[in-house]
């Protein structure tokens, strides 16, 4: 069982960096689209919220127990800096995750309308951007 929740606490780790830099990647795409300032500022905010929600607070929940191996095994108790609770954390970083995923989808559909496409190209691509959504 210990070894199981060391890989799980691994996982979970693997977890964070992953999602970070795929939405990364997705506001690195964003930047380089032609969007007004007010969007673009938005995007920014995003990477704010992604680098401070998904990256750093739960990384350091992730390893705040000392010693070390409290961290994932249970057997062992150790001290936390950060509070116990992260009920509010996990509200959070929903909250975070939803909010910039709406930012992601709708800045492709916004940068479509500026684009010269035919018409069912534009819906059969705002169909595909709206399915990630889901």
Partial sequence: ????SYYLWIGQILNMLA???????ICAYLLNLN???????VV???IVMVTTFNLVVPMM???CRTPMEANWNKAIEGKCFMS???VGLSWTQGGSNIITDLVYVVAPLIYLSTIQLPRRTQWGL???FC????
């Fill in 1 to 4: 069982m210990r070894q199981y």
């Fill in 19 to 25: 999602i970070s830099s795929l939405k990364f990647s």
């Fill in 35 to 41: 969007f007004s300032r007010v969007y673009l500022v």
């Fill in 44 to 46: 920014w905010a995003s």
């Fill in 61 to 63: 929940s992730v390893f």
């Fill in 84 to 86: 116990t609770g992260n």
């Fill in 126 to 128: 705002r169909v595909v």
């Fill in 131 to 134: 399915l990630s959504l889901g």
